[in-house]
């Protein structure tokens, strides 16, 4: 393929590079410093007797050029204009957007089971709603192999996920509704009903993920192939911003009745501005009326898939094809990187739920994502910058320090909250202040680490077979997210100790010491490690409140940044040889 590459630079001065057939990617350059000269590449040789000021490589990938300097600086010079790729970005981002709605939903539940006294275990059992994601590859095969050649490869899913997924919003709402702000306590056979029910719909989200991420490679021109992970990072967190946020702030009655009621002169009521069922009902609406325009006015044109091999596979052959995949050595070593990267960051799906237990209240911690919320939006825009390069792991073992350093901030926030409490219980501006700069800080270095780790998947991933790579990656990278926060939750109601403590307990030894009842049953008390619920309630009706001898978040804080650094020291290398690895060693030698 012929390339012309034009307006080279160095920061902003022009360059000029001659490419000779089968020449090597090694040279040295300089700027230029008159329109007489120019950069050539040699082949197979450097040059010589030349003051070159810096040296570079040029890594050749597709219909892109990168030029990385010693400090490992890089610059992309693409052959077409994003312009061009401009309404498919946005279609993209729509798409993420949508599914960010019910994740979103999804993942406030957790804050609103913690305001109702649910046990860790419970939260647990119910973070299994989220693991469609880390489970996708099992049926993707399907998704990338089975469809109706009429209506387009990824439609055939997208469309149906997107129409399933509405209709389970709208008949589940009122069920939900029952659960959640109408009887007065949750049993775990509740956490089970809405464990299942969330799971369905996560279920369905991750079968549109997966035809989304195949669309993406195929939609997007080669050059412009890496905004599809801006593309996913940009329109999850909107839509999760709106499923998870704006839900628990108009979902809350004290917020309803305190700020958004009195404007508009309504009287106080027990529900939100906005009920469960009101926000499943209305998503569910949206989702249905928008994938009937997906299927009316988004085509899927017949040449966007033809260079895939997954074109021709039977579901057979695609299931081999997985296992080609996961038996390269590469790919072996990046499976280890991504199962064991996100244990050091286990103990940061719990640091709301312990606020929660602190004393602050659900829709103060949805109102701190406000302002962080456009933030992380705009964060990705401004990281694709230099993710984009051929080194993004690079940036990725980079940042881990300083997330490992915001993880521990955020653990020592939690148990440093009771002293910024106020008198009356609540929690001034100061203290949420210090609560959006902290996770301001802790959200740059994860969407770095996600978004770097998201561009080389596309980069490194086989484009004959792009939509079974990708999801692939993706299924084992969320697998990797998804068990230290599940394992966590666990932990922690597992190892922690708590005892039953009532205020003035001599003078309630002595009331209780008049009879032999009564001593058989301040024994009982004495025992209570409000270790169940049967337990906790038993605590609550001696006007008594559970406290924690032994908190194993803070324990497990520390163990998870000891392994952390641990974990950088091993994975270097790793990181290092992955990087090094030619397009070859990450290719498939089909044989079915």
């Excluded at 389970?168 to 659960?179: A, C, D, E």
């Excluded at 409000?530 to 008594?544: I, P």
Aim: one cysteine or more; aromatic letters at 14%.
């Amino acid at each position: 393929m012929k390339r012309h590459y034009n307006k080279l630079t160095d920061r902003n001065k022009p360059l000029r590079l001659k490419r000779y057939k089968d020449s090597k990617i090694q040279t040295n350059f300089q700027p230029e410093p008159s329109p007489e000269e120019s950069i050539v590449l040699l082949e197979n040789k450097e040059t010589k007797g030349s003051s070159f000021s810096s040296s570079i490589q040029l890594d050749f990938e597709d219909d892109e050029v990168f030029l990385i300097s010693d400090q490992e600086s890089s610059y992309s010079i693409q052959t077409s204009s994003i312009k061009k790729d401009l309404n498919n970005i946005l279609f993209l981002i729509f798409l993420y957007f949508l599914q960010g709605i019910p994740l979103g939903l999804t993942g406030s539940l957790p804050f609103i089971l913690g305001s109702r006294n649910v046990s860790y275990a419970d939260q647990g059992t119910f973070s299994f709603a989220f693991w469609p994601f880390a489970l996708k590859l099992l049926w993707a095969p399907v998704v990338d192999s089975l469809f109706i050649k009429k209506i387009g490869r990824r439609k055939s899913w997208l469309v149906p996920m997107q129409y399933i997924i509405g209709i389970l919003m709208i008949l589940f709402s009122k069920y939900v509704h029952q659960l959640l702000e109408i009887n007065q306590t949750t049993t775990r056979k509740d956490i089970y009903s809405l464990t299942t029910i969330f799971f369905i719909v996560t279920f369905f989200a991750a079968t549109q993920d997966i035809a989304v991420d195949g669309w993406g490679l195929t939609m997007l021109s080669k050059e412009n192939v890496s905004w599809s992970s801006t593309c996913n990072s940009v329109g999850q967190t909107a839509g999760w911003f709106v499923g998870n946020i704006v839900f628990l702030v108009v979902q809350s009655a004290n917020f309803s009745n305190n700020y958004i009621r009195p404007f508009f002169s309504l009287p106080s009521q027990k529900f939100g501005i906005v009920t469960v069922e009101d926000f499943m009902k209305f998503f569910g609406f949206v989702f249905i009326i928008t994938t009937t325009c997906v299927l009316l006015f988004k085509k899927e044109k017949e040449n966007e898939s033809s260079d895939s091999l997954e074109d021709t596979l039977t579901l057979k052959q695609t299931y081999i094809l997985v296992f080609q995949i996961v038996s390269l050595s590469s790919v072996k070593k990046l499976t280890l990187l991504l199962l064991t990267s996100k244990i050091a960051f286990g103990i940061q799906s719990m640091v709301y739920l312990k606020l929660i237990e602190k004393g602050v209240s659900r829709e103060s911690l949805g109102l701190l994502a406000i302002p962080l919320t456009p933030f992380e939006i705009v964060l990705p825009l401004l990281i694709s910058r230099f993710t984009n390069g051929p080194k993004p792991l690079s940036i990725f073992l980079n940042a881990y320090p300083f997330r490992i350093f915001s993880s521990s901030l955020m653990v020592l926030w939690v148990f440093l909250t009771p002293e910024f409490r106020n008198s009356d219980g609540s929690y001034g501006l100061f203290y949420f202040s210090l609560c959006i700069l902290i996770n301001a800080f802790n959200s740059i270095w994860n969407t770095t680490q996600s978004v770097t780790m998201m561009s080389f998947f596309t980069r490194v991933s086989d484009k004959t077979v792009g939509g079974t790579y990708m999801t692939l990656l993706n299924t084992i990278s969320n697998i990797g997210s998804s068990w230290p926060s599940t394992v966590s939750l666990y932990a922690v109601d597992l190892f922690s100790f708590m005892v039953c403590s009532i205020d003035n307990i001599e003078a309630f030894k002595n009331n209780m010491l008049n009879n032999s009842f009564s001593r058989s049953y301040l024994k009982d008390i004495e025992k209570n490690t409000c270790s169940n619920e049967n337990m906790k309630k038993e605590c609550l009706k001696v006007n008594g409140n559970c406290q924690y001898q032994v908190d194993a978040f803070y324990v497990l804080g520390f163990v998870y940044a000891l392994i952390g650094l641990l974990w950088i020291f091993y994975f270097r290398k790793v990181v290092i040889q992955l990087q090094t690895f030619q397009r070859s060693n990450w290719k498939l030698n089909f044989s079915f």
